[in-house]
Structure formats: C-alpha cells, structure tokens
C-alpha cells in the first residue's frame, strides 16, 4: 500500500514555469516507477511522464519533451515534475501515480495508485 499528496500547482503566464511534488508513504516507495497524468475538462487521462524505481531511466510525452523533467528523491519519498516553457495547453488537473513495475509505463491502466490530483491552469 502506498499513499501519494500531489502539491505544487497554480495559476501561471504562458512562459512561466512550476514545480509539482508527489509525496509517498510507504517502505517500498523505492521500488516503485512513478509517472504523472494530466487530464483536462472533457479529455482523456493522458500520460506526462514517468521514472523508474532507480531514476535511471525516465520518459516524456512528446508534448512536453524538452519542456518538463521528471525525478525523484527517494530519501524524501518524493517524485516531482518540473514544467517550463508552460503552454496554455497544458492546462489541466495533474495526478502523480505509482506502479509496482520495475519499468516506465505510460498506459494509466498500468498504475496501482493514485494521487488527489493538482491543478494547473496557464494563461495566454
């Protein structure tokens, strides 16, 4: 059982930029990949990106590759998504999520657990 508090979200100016934090409880939270959905008004839940358990290796929707940078402090149980150049595109509600894979995955139906949910709103 892991439990995510997804934080960090808020209002910006296209151009601008936010950090978002996952916190985790759990002892095994190493073990897990993490990765971050978003979902706008009347749109599918679509991937962000994702890291694996080590850090090693980590994946990027091509809307936001070059733009956003995943990691994760495992001493902190936190993972955290780094969003410049924000676009009014990205414009939605921001989920962290777990999955007991070794791997990245980008498919939500791959992830065990989920966070509350952060929002993120960007101005033209």
């Known amino acids: 059982q892991v439990q995510l508090v997804g934080s960090g979200g808020g209002r910006v100016q296209a151009g601008g930029s936010l950090r978002l934090s996952c916190a985790a409880s759990?002892?095994?939270?190493?073990?897990?990949?993490m990765g971050w959905f978003r979902q706008a008004p009347g749109k599918e839940r679509e991937f962000v990106a994702a890291?694996?358990?080590?850090?090693?290796?980590?994946t990027y929707a091509d809307s936001v590759k070059g733009r956003f940078t995943i990691s994760r402090d495992n001493a902190k149980n936190t993972v955290y998504l780094q969003m410049n150049s924000l676009k009014p595109e990205d414009t939605a509600v921001y989920l962290c999520a777990a999955t007991s894979t070794i791997v990245v995955v980008t498919t939500p139906d791959k992830y065990d657990y989920w966070g509350q949910g952060t929002q993120v709103t960007v101005s033209s």
């Open positions: 890291i694996s358990w080590s850090g090693g290796s980590t």
């Open positions: 759990g002892r095994t939270f190493s073990t897990y990949a």
